[in-house]
Nanobody, 123 residues
């Protein structure tokens, strides 16, 4: 069971970025959450996509800017980030507990994690 997060890199203020989370060893039809961790800060939950495709936001500040979608054929979940700000700079992680419903916004709710991908937003 592995998750591979990718798609990070430098972005200008106000720009967009799409991150990918590809699963291997199992079908990624379960709920998948995205977290991020900025330097010197705790890991925070962003949002989760349930097995039915609903976006469950863990942070109100992401609403309207971040969305999650699933491509079942590619066994991949995508985090689309728009209107990026310097404070969005962080390492972004995807995670799953292999359950159909989203868990809580805390890291302990998820057992399987991708390795993280760095997003750096310049001002």
């Amino acid at each position: 069971v592995q998750l591979q997060a990718s798609g990070g890199g430098p972005v200008e203020f106000g720009g967009s970025r799409r991150l990918s989370c590809e699963a291997s060893g199992f079908m990624l039809s379960y709920a998948v959450a995205w977290f991020r961790q900025a330097p010197g800060k705790e890991r925070e939950g962003i949002l989760c996509i349930s097995s039915s495709g609903a976006n469950i936001y863990y942070s109100e500040t992401m609403k309207g800017r971040f969305t999650v979608a699933r491509n079942t054929a590619k066994n991949t979940v995508y985090l689309q980030m728009n209107s990026l700000k310097p404070e969005d700079t962080a390492v972004y992680y995807c995670a799953t507990e292999r359950q159909f419903n989203c868990g809580g916004a805390n890291s302990e709710a998820y057992r399987y994690w991708g390795q993280g991908t760095q997003v750096t937003v310049s001002s």
